[in-house]
């Protein structure tokens, strides 16, 4: 498709074009709101993948009856949009293993801490006591460090780089009255 003259590349978000002959442009990747909606979806689907995985391995379910809550929603969507900045701030002087840990350590910051919080009111949906050996307060354990140290930077390649080049354009209409 050929660019007019007076159209703008923003390479920022991905070499979308910013100006339209409406002059209106929803630029996807500058708005924290639709990031933190793809990056809460994502995590729903994911725990939602995770869970009943887990059931198959462990206690040989087939059904693939997949659980999760609502605040995992939130919990997911506010600990990607941390996860952005830690990428952004680690990228050009550490390695993906350095990465890799410090997407671990704030996952387990993240989920000890929203489960402390949630569990002042009676909703933390997860405990961990009675399953694993290495649980904290039954909100955190390290059985799961494998799993979140990959999940991190599994979510850095293939989530957080390709939504922060995300551009997504309105397209040019006419007001009828």
């Known amino acids: 498709m050929a660019r007019r003259n007076s159209d703008s590349v923003n390479p920022v978000v991905g070499g979308g074009v910013t100006n339209q002959p409406n002059g209106r442009t929803f630029k996807f990747a500058k708005s924290k709101l639709m990031r933190f909606y793809v990056y809460a979806l994502h995590g729903l689907a994911m725990e939602i993948l995770f869970t009943a995985t887990w059931d198959v391995l462990t206690k040989g379910n087939r059904k693939l009856h ?36 410090a997407y671990l350590l704030w996952a387990y910051l993240w989920e000890f801490s929203t489960g402390l919080l949630l569990r002042l009111f009676n909703a933390c949906p997860w405990d961990y006591t009675h399953e694993f050996y290495g649980n904290f307060m039954g909100l955190i354990t390290l059985e799961y460090a494998p799993v979140w140290y990959a ?27």
């Open 151 to 177: 999940a991190g930077l599994l979510t850095e390649i293939f989530l957080v780089k390709n939504t922060m080049r995300l551009t997504l354009m309105t397209s040019h209409y006419s007001k009828t009255s």
């Open 66 to 101: 997949g659980l999760t809550s609502i605040w995992a929603a939130f919990i997911y969507g506010l600990t990607l949009l941390t996860g952005e900045q830690i990428y952004a701030k680690m990228k050009s002087r550490h390695g993906i293993f350095v990465r890799g840990l």
